[in-house]
């Protein structure tokens, strides 16, 4: 995908009216700090256009961002704060949960794992949470320059089984650093919004 415009269309809070969107939707999910930001920025080639983590009460918002007036990627919020309140945290897994039964337009949803890890409760939850919701989450498999080429494959398989993930599950790996990955995520999101 050449990007040739990009723009922060929506923002939604708990509280919002989620868009009726008419243009196909790809969404990322993934605990708080695993580079989702990082990971937009460097699909749509800009530096800090999605919000980077690590911003004590930065607000929890699904963000909608129209690529070229052809499709959206959607930034759900980070997952995992450790300083959030129960009630806090169930009013953005009903945001989520609004989200994923109400759109239309949501072709996939790509979940973030941080490479180097394996999975935590936490993604595991998520994981099935969002296969509960009706979507088999395609996984990228952040911070790929961290780790010796020589550990990707046991990593990934880590992160396969550590999810119990479902036979055929892609798994991408990704740098923000070096965007190793890049082309392969693009050329995959092409493919799922092609109708
Ligand atoms: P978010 O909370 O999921 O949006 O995470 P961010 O994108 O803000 O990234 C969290 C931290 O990890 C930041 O300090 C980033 O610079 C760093 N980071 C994210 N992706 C990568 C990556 O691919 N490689 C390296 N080396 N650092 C990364």
Same mark, same amino acid.
């Given at each position: 995908m050449i990007i040739k415009n990009v723009n922060l269309e929506t923002v939604c809070? +708990?509280?919002?009216? %989620?868009?009726?969107?008419?243009?196909?939707?790809?969404? #990322?999910?993934?605990?708080?700090?695993?580079?989702?930001s990082s990971l937009i920025n460097g699909l749509l080639n800009r530096k800090s256009l999605a919000r980077t983590s690590a911003?004590?009460?930065?607000?929890?918002t699904i963000n909608f961002y129209n690529v070229n007036q052809a499709m959206y990627l959607v930034d759900l919020p980070g997952y995992g704060y450790a300083k959030v309140t129960q009630e806090i945290r169930?009013?953005?897994?009903?945001? +989520?949960?609004?989200? %994923?039964?109400?759109?239309?337009?949501?072709?996939?949803? #790509?979940?973030?794992?941080d490479i180097r890890h394996e999975p935590s409760e936490n993604d595991k939850r998520m994981y099935e949470w969002i296969v509960w919701n009706g979507y088999d989450p395609i996984i990228i498999a952040t911070k790929l320059d961290k780790i010796?080429?020589?550990?990707i494959q046991k990593q990934l398989k880590l992160i396969r089984t550590g999810l119990n993930v479902k036979p055929g599950t892609q798994i991408l790996p990704f740098s923000a650093e070096t965007k190793q990955g890049r082309d392969e995520i693009w050329a995959l999101i092409d493919t799922l919004i092609t109708p």
């Open positions: 809070g +708990i509280t919002s009216r %989620l868009p009726e969107n008419e243009l196909p939707e790809i969404a #990322f999910a993934g605990k708080s700090n695993v580079g989702k911003q004590p009460g930065k607000t929890q169930e009013k953005w897994g009903k945001l +989520i949960e609004r989200y %994923l039964h109400g759109s239309k337009q949501l072709k996939a949803v #790509f979940l973030l794992i010796k080429r020589s550990q």
